[in-house]
C-alpha cells in the first residue's frame, strides 16, 4: 500500500534533474507535444467478517481511498532519449492523510542494438499469472488482498536497466542499488497470523544502500518458431522479512531483516493444444541458510508452474495452473522448527483456475481468480464484476474470499480479512 | 520475394484477364473468393493504416477505438503480422498487441500492458469473439481460409452502380455463420457488401464497404461499417490515412518493439 510518508531518495534529485531537461529542451529538437493522460479513482474495500480488529484505526475499513493519477511522456521520434512519468496524488481514510507516490518516473536512452533505463520503473518477469517465480521484483500484497487494480500489485524498483538486442538471443539486465520489500499483510489493516504475538516491538533492518547490496537480475530472452523462452537469474534479497530472535522457543526479543537470495531459472510459452501452454521454474538458492536450519529464514527451494489458457467463442478465456514448490534440507527444518510455528510440508502446492467471460460488447466483464492449496488446505477467492459504463467510466465491484482448515496457513491465516470492494475509475 | 510476389499477381491478373475476355470460360466461385481475399487481406506486400472505429449501440452512444495498424504480408494467402497500437481510449492508450498469423495453425498473440510493463502471450483460437469490443470478429479482421467455404456463385448484379458477383459460401465445418452471401466487386475484387446467416437461416450481422480509394494503385475500403441487425449494434469504421509498401522491417514485430513502440510507425 502507498504509505503517507516522505522521503529524499536520490531518484528525485535524478527526476527533478530529468525533467528540468525535458522542459528546457524540446525547442532544441522538435515541436512534438508530450502526450499526458491520467485518471481519477475511488476504491474501497470493508471486511465482511464482522471480526475486530485489535489496533484497527478503521474496523471495517480496509482500503478508503480517492486517487488522481497523471501520466505524462515524451519521446520525440527523432532523438534517442525519451522520458516517462506517473504520479499518484491520494487521499487514505485508513491513516487518514494525504499522499503522494511516484509509480514510476524514468528516462530511456534508445539505441539501434540497445537500450538503457534509469529510474523507477516496473518489472514483470515470468510466465504465471498470479504466481511468480523469477519475477524477483517488488509486490504489494496488501492491494491485491484489498481489490485495488492489478497495477498496483506491482511496485516499481528504483533501477538502471540495459537492453541489448541480438538475432541470436536478447538480455535484460537491471541493477538496482536501492532495496524495495514486498508490502505484506500489516498490523492496522490485516489479521495475520504471528507465531509471537505477545512481542510488540521490533526493528525491521532492510538491506543498506551500499554497493556490496546491489542487487542484480539477468533475463535472456528469445522466440523461437513461435514458442517464447527465457532463462534467468537473480542476485539480491529475500523480499518478505526473515525473523531473528534471541531463542525460538521462548523468545524476548525479535528483529526482521531481508536475506540474502539468489534465483536461477527458465521459463517457455507458445501456441500448444489449443491455447497456450506456459512453464517455469526456478532454484530459490536461500543463501544465508544454506544448511536449513535457522528457523527464521526460508530454507532453498525448488519452484515450478506449468499453466494452460484456452479461449473459447463468444469472448470466454479459462485458464488453469499448477505450481508446486519442493523445499531443500527439509529433515533440518522439522528438526529446527519452533513450535509456535506453522509447520509447512516439504512439497507446498497450488492450483489456480481463471475464468473471464465479457459480455455486452465487452463492456461487462465477469471474471473469478481462485487459489487453491491441496496441501495447507486453503483457498483465495476474487469473484468480480466489472461495467465500462462509457469508453472513460469504469464500474467494478468484487470480493476477496479468504478461507482454510486452519488458521495459520497462507491463506487460512486471513480467513478474517475477506472483504467485498468497490472500485471507479474516471480516465481521461 | 517481392519479385515473385509481382510475377504471381501478374500470373493471378493474367489468368483472370484471359479467363473474362473468354465468355464461357469464366472465373469458378472460388477463384473468385480467392482473389477477393487477395485484395482484401492482402494487398501490398505491407500496410500501415491509422483506424478509427466507432462503436455505436442502438440508443446512439458511441465508442471509440482509435489505432494504428502495421501489417506485413508474407505469402497471399500464407503468413502475415500484425502490430496494433491503441491511441485511444485514454484507459487503453500505449496498449500493444501483436499478431502472428498462420495459414495452418493458430495465430501467436501477444498484447502488451503498459501498467505494468507486462507482454503477456495471450490465447488465440477464439476467431469468432469479438475485436475490441466491436461488431468485427477477429476472423473479419484477419480473413478465414480459402478452403473453410464451399462456393457458389448465385448471379451477377449491380450494386450501386457497380457490377459485382454473388457468391454463397458455405462452412465445411462449425463456423459463426451458416451462411454468408457476398457481393464482390467484378473489377477490383474487394467485396461491396456481405451478409452474415444464423443457424436460423436468419441474417444477423451485414457488412458493407462504402468507400472504395485508389491507394498507391491498390483499391482498398476506406470506410466500412458491420452491424449486427438484431441488436442494432454497428461498427463504423474509416481508414483515416493508408500507405502501402512502405518497407516495414521484421524487426518491428517484436517483443522490443512492442513494449517501446517506435514512434515513426505509429503517428
Not at chain 1, 111 to 134: E, Y
Not at chain 1, 280 to 306: A, T
Not at chain 2, 21 to 50: Q, W
Not at chain 2, 241 to 259: A, K, P, Q
Amino acid at each position: 500500500m502507498d504509505k503517507v510518508t516522505y522521503n529524499n531518495r536520490i531518484i528525485y534529485l535524478f527526476l527533478l534533474l530529468s525533467f528540468g531537461f525535458w522542459f528546457l529542451t524540446p525547442p532544441l529538437f522538435c515541436t512534438e507535444e508530450p502526450s499526458i493522460k491520467g485518471f481519477l479513482q475511488t476504491n474501497y474495500s470493508a471486511r465482511i467478517t464482522g471480526m475486530k480488529l485489535p489496533g484497527a484505526k478503521r474496523q471495517e475499513l480496509m482500503l478508503g481511498e480517492e486517487r488522481g493519477r497523471l501520466e505524462g511522456s515524451y519521446y520525440p521520434s527523432n532523438v534517442k532519449v525519451g522520458f516517462d512519468m506517473r504520479a499518484d496524488v491520494f487521499h487514505d481514510w485508513v491513516e487518514d492523510g494525504w499522499g503522494v507516490s511516484l509509480r514510476e518516473g524514468y528516462m530511456d536512452y534508445l539505441m539501434d542494438k540497445f537500450d538503457v533505463r534509469i529510474g523507477r520503473q516496473t518489472v514483470t518477469w515470468g510466465a504465471g499469472d498470479l504466481l511468480f517465480i523469477n519475477d524477483v521484483f517488488p509486490k504489494d500484497w496488501e492491494a491485491l488482498y484489498s481489490g485495488r487494480p492489478l497495477e498496483y500489485l506491482k511496485q516499481g524498483v528504483d533501477a538502471g536497466k540495459f537492453n541489448i538486442y541480438t538475432d541470436l538471443a536478447s538480455a535484460e539486465f537491471i541493477v538496482i542499488p536501492h532495496f524495495t520489500p514486498d508490502n505484506l499483510p500489516s498490523v492496522g489493516r490485516f489479521f495475520f497470523f504471528d507465531p509471537y504475538p505477545n512481542i510488540m516491538n521490533r526493528e525491521v533492518e532492510k538491506p543498506k544502500t551500499t554497493f556490496g547490496n546491489t542487487e542484480y537480475a539477468l533475463k535472456i530472452y528469445r522466440s523461437l518458431d513461435g514458442t517464447d523462452l527465457s532463462a534467468y537469474a537473480y542476485k539480491g534479497f529475500y523480499r518478505a522479512p526473515a525473523m531473528r530472535a534471541d531463542n525460538f522457543i521462548s523468545p524476548t526479543t525479535i528483529s526482521h531483516f531481508y536475506p540474502e537470495l539468489a534465483v536461477y531459472g527458465a521459463s517457455l510459452q507458445k501456441s500448444a493444444l489449443g491455447g497456450v501452454v506456459s512453464a517455469e521454474c526456478g532454484y530459490y538458492d536461500s543463501m544465508d541458510d544454506r544448511n536449513g536450519k535457522n528457523p527464521g529464514i526460508e530454507n532453498s527451494q525448488s519452484k515450478f508452474l506449468i499453466g494452460y489458457q484456452k479461449a473459447f467463442q463468444n469472448d470466454l478465456t479459462i485458464g488453469l495452473q499448477y505450481y508446486d514448490e519442493l523445499m531443500s534440507q527439509y529433515k533440518e527444518y522439522k528438526a529446527n522448527l519452533p513450535p509456535a510455528f506453522f509447520r509447512k510440508k516439504q512439497l507446498h502446492q497450488y492450483i489456480t483456475l481463471r475464468v473471464t467471460k465479457l459480455l455486452k460488447y465487452q463492456t461487462v466483464k465477469l471474471s473469478l481468480f481462485t487459489f487453491y492449496s491441496p496441501d495447507e488446505e486453503d483457498f483465495f477467492i476474487t469473484p468480480e464484476a466489472s461495467i465500462k459504463v462509457t469508453d472513460n467510466a469504469l464500474l467494478a465491484l468484487g470480493a476477496n474470499i479468504f478461507t482454510g482448515v486452519k488458521d495459520n496457513t497462507t491463506f487460512g491465516q486471513q480467513h478474517k480479512n475477506s472483504n467485498l470492494y468497490v472500485l471507479t475509475k474516471y480516465s481521461f | 520475394m517481392r519479385n515473385i510476389k509481382i510475377l504471381i499477381m501478374i500470373l493471378a491478373l493474367g489468368t483472370i484477364w484471359i479467363k473474362a475476355s473468354f465468355p464461357g470460360d469464366a472465373l469458378t466461385p472460388e477463384e473468385i473468393v480467392r482473389a477477393c481475399y487477395a485484395h482484401f487481406y492482402y494487398a501490398g506486400n505491407d500496410m500501415k493504416a491509422r483506424i478509427l472505429m466507432k462503436l455505436i449501440d442502438k440508443g446512439g452512444q458511441e465508442r471509440i477505438r482509435d489505432l494504428t495498424m502495421l501489417k506485413k504480408n508474407y505469402a497471399e494467402g500464407g503468413e502475415q503480422k500484425y502490430f496494433i497500437y491503441f491511441h485511444q481510449p485514454s484507459d487503453v492508450k500505449d496498449t500493444t498487441f501483436m499478431v502472428y498469423k498462420y495459414p495452418d495453425r493458430d495465430d501467436d498473440r501477444w498484447l502488451f500492458i503498459p501498467a505494468i510493463n507486462l507482454v503477456k502471450r495471450i490465447a488465440a483460437n477464439d476467431k469468432y469473439s469479438s475485436f475490441v469490443g466491436s461488431d468485427f470478429s477477429y476472423e473479419d479482421v484477419s480473413g478465414r481460409k480459402l478452403q473453410e467455404d464451399t462456393y457458389r456463385l448465385l448471379k451477377e448484379e449491380e450494386l450501386n452502380g457497380k457490377g459485382c458477383y454473388i457468391i454463397e459460401s458455405l462452412p465445411k465445418g462449425s463456423a459463426e455463420y451458416t451462411k454468408r452471401i457476398s457481393w464482390i466487386d467484378k473489377v477490383n475484387y474487394l467485396p461491396l457488401k456481405e451478409e452474415f446467416y444464423d443457424k436460423q437461416g436468419e441474417l444477423y450481422r451485414q457488412f458493407e464497404a462504402f468507400e472504395i480509394k485508389d491507394i498507391n494503385g491498390i483499391p482498398t475500403a476506406t470506410k466500412r461499417v458491420m452491424k449486427n441487425t438484431k441488436t442494432g449494434h454497428r461498427t463504423e469504421v474509416t481508414f483515416q490515412s493508408t500507405e502501402y509498401n512502405l518497407g516495414i522491417g521484421n524487426d518491428i514485430f517484436s517483443e522490443r518493439y512492442l513494449r517501446r513502440p517506435p514512434a515513426e510507425w505509429i503517428k
